[in-house]
């Protein structure tokens, strides 16, 4: 038993290790600071500008939708920029030769370095303080919301991780992210509405619910007649669907990263 707990706090203090490692050398890079920065931008802009032009806030829970709908890209770019080369980069710039014959677990640096780039709470945090400061109130779906988005956020770094150690190339992981989840998958999902499918499987169409949790439509499904032969479909996703599609990504390709990462010798 003992020989147990020692061997899981083993593995405990090496993911704090390579956590602690992974954000200093995010932090050196400036690639932080440079995140942090666009994430605050995008959430004081919109303050800016209605306060700016001098016109009223909507209604709270119209506002926190529109707010909080700029989530997903920000997840999508985090996502791509910190873990891109979160694993390739071991490889094409040779560090694992000095990291990997250290007593430090591949699988302990592939989760460190996951747990390293969760930082989708910023701009919640900034969201939460211009609520209260405008409305005096904020909207209980907010806590829900961040759940949500936190789990989006683990599906997204599952993908991006999972790219980073298939591909030799730390920018082609990077690139091959980015262009998945900001433009491939949305363009599928958008063909297969557009044929009457819902894209229920795709995670970024699950990543719906961040918002729709402020405004629930009445209906899930909506189908609008133009009076010709084309019909407009709108699927609203389901909220329990999407959450357990978003943890199969997240599981998955995490699993398929740990493997393919013990799996991988240094060229």
């Not at 997840?75 to 990291?99: H, P, R």
């Not at 405004?215 to 909220?239: H, L, M, N, S, W």
């Amino acid at each position: 038993m003992a020989e147990m707990d020692s061997k899981r706090f083993s593995s405990f203090e090496q993911i704090k290790i390579v956590v602690r490692y992974e954000l200093l050398g995010h932090l050196r890079r400036k690639r932080l600071y440079a995140v942090l920065f666009i994430t605050a931008l995008i959430g004081m802009l919109p303050l800016i500008v209605l306060k700016g032009l001098n016109v009223g806030f909507p209604e709270v829970k119209q506002w926190t939708s529109t707010y909080y709908g700029y989530v997903s890209l920000i997840v999508i770019v985090s996502g791509a920029f910190f873990a891109g080369d979160a694993i390739a980069s071991e490889f094409e710039q040779k560090t694992g030769y000095m990291l990997f014959p250290n007593p430090v677990k591949r699988t302990s640096l592939v989760i460190g370095k996951f747990i390293a780039v969760l930082a989708v709470g910023f701009y919640y945090a900034i969201g939460v303080i211009s609520m209260w400061a405008t409305y005096g109130t904020i909207p209980a779906a907010t806590a829900t919301s961040f759940a949500y988005a936190v789990l989006f956020s683990c599906c997204v770094l599952g993908l991006t991780f999972l790219f980073s150690a298939v591909l030799k190339g730390s920018m082609g992981a990077t690139l091959l992210a980015f262009f998945t989840l900001f433009l491939i998958l949305p363009i599928i999902g958008f063909v297969l509405t557009f044929t009457g499918n819902e894209p229920w499987y795709l995670p970024t169409h699950a990543s719906g619910i961040i918002t729709y949790i402020f405004d629930p439509p009445a209906e899930r499904v909506q189908i609008i007649d133009t009076g010709g032969p084309i019909k407009i479909y709108i699927f609203y996703p389901d909220f329990l669907i999407s959450v357990i599609v978003m943890t199969a990504y997240f599981i998955v390709t995490l699993l398929l990263s740990m493997i393919i990462t013990n799996k991988k010798e240094m060229a």
